[in-house]
């Protein structure tokens, strides 16, 4: 990775921001409690997937729509997450895997 991809990751990151901070405050608050819960147990590949701006493309049309930001999750916004990377490949099951397990099966 050079200079350059750290410099145009870190701009594409602060215009993501930009685009969170433009929406209601309930939205935002909403937002950043999912970040918060993805970045613990979510996909491998979020920092850099389509999973993050998506969920801002989500909310800025439900916002536009006038929608309350648990009218567009549900009221269960864990349950809105894990739906949303339950195909994904986690932080859990590459541990999983380098402990020789298969993912998703339980521990004898």
Known sequence: MSIQD???GKKQWRAHLARV???PPDYQ???KEMQRYLFKVGPVDLPDG???PGIVD???EGAAAGKGV???TGDDVAAFCDDLIKDSRTWADLCQEAVGGETG???K
């Open 6 to 8: 750290i410099i145009e």
């Open 21 to 23: 901070k433009a929406l």
């Open 29 to 31: 608050i909403v937002y």
């Open 50 to 52: 389509p999973l993050l």
């Open 58 to 60: 989500f909310f800025e």
């Open 70 to 72: 648990l009218h567009v």
């Open 105 to 107: 099966t339980p521990r």
